[in-house]
């Protein structure tokens, strides 16, 4: 028997009041995949997340994780079920140290190997692990999303979700960002990242969705999508 995705999504709308972010919008993402979600300012990709993610609860349409339905779950059992969200803007907490912030990632666990996690961590990022003991918000804009992506990880995720994760960040950090993203995926973590950079998120994603108005406008492979006539028309909502 073939597996289900690893998560679906399925007819989700997403109001605020008067508002449609996400209209029946239906995507899939199997497990070990990096897949992209882009699209213009205001297209609903954030709503998307939010909603996959616990903090919004859609209008209708269902969220599976595997056979699990998490639409109705609430966030903290989205977390237990193995999701975790780097939200826009990352949410590092500026006032706690380095060490803290992860330490507020692994809450939900109750194993042993949060230590040897962080131990692992700061092996990977010396620059982190020698900061371990200062207030995150001395850290450069790249530290600061590379240790909101640990804080993610140190929930032991299946599934990673970022939200413009290039976002203020100079072309040469993002590049470490991304390259990270590859060695997350690597490790048997499946990736849905939202990007404004279509170009970059491209480059490392298997597949990818094009969102505009709260609806899906296109879907396939980076390949599939930089040679399809409506990109450009789909992706700046040119019609
Ligand atoms: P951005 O990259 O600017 O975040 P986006 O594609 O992520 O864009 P959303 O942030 O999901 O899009 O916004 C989709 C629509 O929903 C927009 O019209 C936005 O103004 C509206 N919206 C988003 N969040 C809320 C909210 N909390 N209350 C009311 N309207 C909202």
């Known amino acids: ?31 070990g995949e990096i897949v992209a ?3 213009p300012n205001g297209a609903g990709k954030t709503s998307l997340l939010s909603s996959i993610a616990g903090l919004v609860r859609p209008q209708a349409g269902a969220i599976l994780l595997r056979d699990v339905t998490l639409e109705t779950v609430g966030l903290e059992n989205v977390v237990r079920h193995g999701i975790a969200l780097v939200p826009e803007g990352r949410n590092i907490f500026a006032s706690l140290t380095v060490l803290e912030n992860l330490q507020l990632g692994a809450t939900i666990r109750r194993d042993a190997a949060v230590r040897s996690d962080l131990q692992a961590f700061f092996e990977s990022f010396p620059i982190l692990g020698e900061r371990r003991n200062q207030p995150a918000g001395l850290l450069s804009g790249g530290e600061q999303q590379m240790l909101a992506i ?6 032991r995720p299946t ?12 072309p040469k950090i993002v590049e470490q960002v991304y390259a990270e993203l590859e060695r997350i995926r690597d490790g048997g973590v499946t990736i849905l990242v939202v990007e404004q950079n279509a170009a970059r998120a491209f480059a490392v994603a298997d597949r990818a969705y094009v969102m505009r108005h709260g609806r899906l406008a296109l879907a396939g492979t980076p390949d599939e999508l930089r040679a399809h006539a409506d990109f450009d028309a789909a992706y700046f909502g040119v019609s």
Do not use: C, K, W
Not at 150 to 155: H, T
């Open 1 to 31: 028997a073939t597996l289900a995705p690893l998560l679906q999504v399925r007819d989700v709308t997403v109001r605020y009041g008067a508002i449609t972010a996400v209209h029946g919008l239906s995507l899939h993402v199997d497990a």
């Open 37 to 39: 979600i882009v699209g």
């Open 159 to 170: 599934l990673l979700m970022l939200d413009e994760p290039s976002l203020g960040l100079a």
């Open 150 to 155: 640990a804080r993610a990880l140190m929930s």
